[in-house]
């Protein structure tokens, strides 16, 4: 695993436990070369990120209890793939961002710029 910092090279916040979230389960978006999707960014869904994301294929909102997965909710932190995050933003349809809790690698994806744009946690 990379070492746990933040965009702003700090001590990674933990993104969400309830769901649990990270490539690891961790609560953080904590990665390594393990984890090809780099699941980096932590957001807070909402509900027309999440119908984006299902009609982009990937359906985040119905549970698979064979996978431990409860399904997000409109509010709920998740960390979520820094491309795919790209991708909603670039179609105008991203998440807020928690910036502290943002593994350092997103930034090998997305620029600090467009990531601070969308900050839930800047004040």
Known sequence: MDDSLNIFD??????????????????CCNTSDDDPGSHTVCVRVDERFLQYSRFRGNDLSTPMPDFGFPGLSPGDSWC???????????????PKVYLMRTHKRALEIVSLDKLKEFAADLN
């Open 80 to 94: 979520l793939c820094a491309a795919r995050w790209l991708e909603a933003y670039e179609q105008d349809m991203a």
């Open 10 to 27: 700090e001590e990674l916040v933990p993104c969400g436990t309830d769901p649990v979230t990270g490539f690891y389960r961790d609560g």
